[in-house]
């Protein structure tokens, strides 16, 4: 059985929540007619929700959105067949936004994935955001060769319960036919970290402008970013695992971090 790495798409391979969601979603807004908008810091509370649905639907409990928003619907399945339409305008927009290569890939994704496919890693990538949405990310990050040597690619609602919940790892295991045990996810957020763990796998945390301040107490490793020889440094925030990396992470770190059979 190959080892599997599985990466989150939004704030690990691309710095895509702030400068990519949070824009689509103010544009689609204003684009609607709809008087809303979010904060970088509004949004980065709701960033605690698995889900760009879920977090819309989210405003439908706040008194300020139904205030500013007379013509909201008052029925639940008529919020969700708004949001459902919001969220489809959202996702071309952001695909606009991807397409445009204004957010950059971060450091080290594709230099690591290209090393671990030519070591025998399974890829694949998890994540609760559209899949069209994933799949553009991906192939930005990536390059289209790179990115269709990938294994799998789940995202949305591929299942019920979103991160924190492992139901989305668990499913990646299960269609890679995979021990978990053999696994290494690299997320960004403590949902994420818990979702990973909770589905019994090693998890790589590289921070984001977003998450840097969260509880990142059961990852095996927890990074500014997976850097890049002659490029942005890794600098190692916390570390629980028998890896030791330099000015970036390798795969020869990822081997090591399975090898670490207890944490802490």
């Given at each position: 059985?190959?080892?599997?790495?599985?990466?989150?798409?939004?704030?690990?391979?691309?710095?895509?929540?702030?400068?990519?969601?949070?824009?689509?979603?103010?544009?689609?807004?204003?684009?609607?007619?709809?008087?809303?908008?979010?904060?970088?810091?509004?949004?980065?509370?709701?960033?605690?929700?698995?889900?760009?649905?879920?977090?819309?639907?989210?405003?439908?409990?706040?008194?300020?959105?139904?205030?500013?928003?007379?013509?909201?619907?008052?029925?639940?399945?008529?919020?969700?067949?708004?949001?459902?339409?919001?969220?489809?305008?959202?996702?071309?927009?952001?695909?606009?936004?991807?397409?445009?290569?204004?957010?950059?890939?971060?450091?080290?994704?594709?230099?690591?994935?290209?090393?671990?496919?030519?070591?025998?890693?399974?890829l694949a990538v998890a994540s609760t955001s559209a899949l069209?949405?994933?799949?553009?990310?991906?192939?930005?990050?990536?390059?289209?060769?790179?990115?269709?040597?990938?294994?799998?690619?789940?995202?949305?609602?591929?299942?019920?319960?979103?991160?924190?919940?492992?139901?989305?790892?668990?499913?990646?295991?299960?269609?890679?036919?995979?021990?978990?045990?053999?696994?290494?996810?690299?997320?960004?957020?403590?949902?994420?970290?818990?979702?990973?763990?909770?589905?019994?796998?090693?998890?790589?945390?590289?921070?984001?402008?977003?998450?840097?301040?969260?509880?990142?107490?059961?990852?095996?490793?927890?990074?500014?970013?997976?850097?890049?020889?002659?490029?942005?440094?890794?600098?190692?925030?916390?570390?629980?695992?028998?890896?030791?990396?330099?000015?970036?992470?390798?795969?020869?770190?990822?081997?090591?971090?399975?090898?670490?059979?207890?944490?802490?």
């Amino acid at each position: 059985m190959s080892k599997v790495l599985i990466f989150d798409c939004d704030g690990v391979l691309g710095d895509t929540e702030q400068f990519g969601h949070l824009p689509a979603f103010n544009r689609m807004w204003r684009e609607l007619g709809v008087p809303w908008e979010w904060s970088v810091e509004e949004y980065g509370r709701k960033l605690k929700i698995g889900g760009g649905k879920e977090r819309m639907l989210s405003l439908f409990d706040e008194p300020a959105f139904l205030a500013a928003y007379a013509d909201a619907p008052a029925t639940p399945e008529g919020r969700k067949e708004m949001v459902a339409a919001w969220h489809k305008k959202k996702s071309g927009i952001y695909k606009e936004i991807i397409a445009s290569g204004k957010i950059p890939p971060r450091p080290g994704v594709r230099r690591i994935s290209e090393e671990a496919l030519d070591a025998g890693w399974t890829l694949a990538v998890a994540s609760t955001s559209a899949l069209e949405s994933v799949e553009a990310v991906l192939r930005h990050a990536m390059g289209e060769r790179t990115a269709k040597r990938f294994s799998l690619v789940l995202a949305g609602d591929c299942v019920k319960a979103k991160k924190p919940a492992p139901d989305i790892y668990l499913l990646a295991a299960d269609r890679l036919g995979a021990n978990a045990k053999q696994c290494v996810v690299v997320e960004d957020s403590g949902n994420g970290l818990d979702a990973a763990v909770a589905a019994g796998m090693k998890c790589v945390v590289t921070v984001s402008g977003y998450t840097r301040e969260e509880d990142f107490t059961a990852a095996a490793l927890v990074v500014s970013s997976l850097g890049d020889p002659g490029g942005e440094v890794c600098q190692v925030l916390a570390n629980r695992s028998a890896a030791r990396p330099a000015s970036y992470i390798t795969v020869a770190d990822l081997d090591k971090i399975l090898a670490t059979d207890e944490q802490g």
